[in-house]
């Protein structure tokens, strides 16, 4: 459980409704906690989500603070000391960017588009759906609102958030990076981000599944995945669209993904030589489209930028 709405929330991780009374609460626990004890058999990392869980809903006190809607015990959870502002979107030009960055005077990667916007839209209609139509939502970005959504609404907001972090760090690496943001992909939906960097063009994707995943036979399968979700396949199939029409070709494909994801900072997808895609962790983002797994050579950026400006459309 991390600060994200694509987590599972600690009354799904103990396994009961929000409106288990606390015996019931405290049974669950202690099954949990039995199942997934390493000394038992179990998986650390699930007796570990076991113990956070408990933190945050395991008092009478703790459970009201969390399902007001403020922070847990450890200070990882839920909204920063803005209340629901770390899930707003931001309306200046650096969106989740750290403060410090934003207080930086050194030049800013261009941007394009609008990272996160097209989630952010449907995350509100899947809410306003929820909710029910008829009925008026004073703060859509309520941390006790968005905490009592179903999972699948709030890994809506998750994806928005997780397009937004990526366009923060692309943002600080500089004057020498463009990137666009939420570009049309046709009937294959959008591309989230095409960044520009020396190393060459990247099509990239960012996402949040509120879970570990791992690479299988080519392609990211985890328990929190949807259904028939193939994200490998899905990237492969936006920024082949978006090559059509720009006639402009991608150096290399990545999945971003949060650091908790996944175990190492990047995976690759296919054969080594030629690999379909790249899973890469959050911190590891820069590293990469600063050319450490380009194929080698460059890009001729002057050309390539003004060719994706004037053939690019955005959704």
């Not at 402009?248 to 990545?254: D, E, S, Y």
């Not at 993904?257 to 995976?267: I, L, R, T």
């Not at 450490?292 to 002057?302: C, H």
């Given at each position: 459980?991390?600060?994200?709405?694509?987590?599972?929330?600690?009354?799904?991780?103990?396994?009961?409704?929000?409106?288990?009374?606390?015996?019931?609460?405290?049974?669950?626990?202690?099954?949990?906690?039995?199942?997934?004890?390493?000394?038992?058999?179990?998986?650390?990392?699930?007796?570990?989500?076991?113990?956070?869980?408990?933190?945050?809903?395991?008092?009478?006190a703790a459970r009201r603070a969390y399902d007001a809607g403020s922070r847990g015990p450890s200070g990882s959870d839920g909204p920063g000391p803005s209340g629901s502002s770390v899930w707003r979107p931001d309306s200046g030009r650096d969106a989740y960017a750290p403060p410090a960055a934003r207080r930086d005077t050194r030049p800013r990667a261009r941007s394009h588009g609008h990272p996160g916007g097209r989630s952010r839209e449907v995350f509100l209609q899947a809410e306003r759906e929820w909710v029910g139509l008829g009925d008026p939502i004073e703060d859509p970005y309520d941390p006790a609102l968005?905490?009592?959504?179903?999972?699948?609404?709030?890994?809506?907001?998750?994806?928005?958030l997780a397009e937004e972090t990526t366009a923060a760090?692309?943002?600080?690496?500089?004057?020498?990076?463009?990137?666009?943001?939420?570009?049309?992909?046709?009937?294959?939906?959008?591309?989230?981000?095409?960044?520009?960097?020396?190393?060459?063009?990247?099509?990239?994707?960012?996402?949040?599944?509120?879970?570990?995943?791992?690479?299988?036979?080519?392609?990211v399968v985890g328990e929190t995945l949807l259904p028939g979700e193939r994200p490998v396949k899905e990237l492969v199939r936006a920024a082949r669209a978006?090559?059509?029409?720009?006639?402009?070709?991608?150096?290399?494909?990545?999945?971003?993904?949060?650091?908790?994801?996944?175990?190492?900072?990047?995976?690759?997808?296919?054969?080594?030589?030629?690999?379909?895609?790249?899973?890469?962790?959050?911190s590891a983002l820069r590293q990469v489209l600063n050319g450490?797994?380009?194929?080698?050579?460059?890009?001729?950026?002057?050309d390539v930028r003004d060719r994706l400006q004037q053939t690019v459309r955005f959704v």
């Open positions: 459980m991390t600060d994200s709405p694509a987590d599972a929330t600690p009354y799904e991780v103990l396994g009961v409704p929000a409106t288990a009374d606390d015996d019931a609460l405290r049974r669950a626990y202690r099954r949990a906690a039995r199942e997934s004890h390493p000394d038992l058999g179990g998986d650390a990392q699930r007796f570990r989500r076991v113990q956070l869980a408990w933190e945050r809903i395991g008092t009478p968005v905490r009592s959504a179903p999972r699948h609404v709030r890994r809506l907001l998750g994806e928005a760090i692309v943002a600080d690496m500089g004057i020498g990076v463009t990137v666009w943001h939420d570009l049309d992909a046709g009937a294959e939906g959008k591309l989230d981000h095409a960044v520009l960097t020396p190393s060459g063009l990247w099509a990239v994707e960012s996402i949040d599944w509120g879970g570990p995943v791992q690479v299988e036979h080519g392609e978006v090559q059509k029409q720009t006639r402009v070709r991608f150096t290399g494909r990545l999945l971003v993904v949060p650091d908790s994801a996944v175990d190492e900072d990047v995976q690759l997808v296919g054969s080594p030589k030629k690999p379909t895609a790249l899973v890469v962790r959050r450490v797994w380009s194929p080698a050579g460059s890009v001729d950026v002057f």
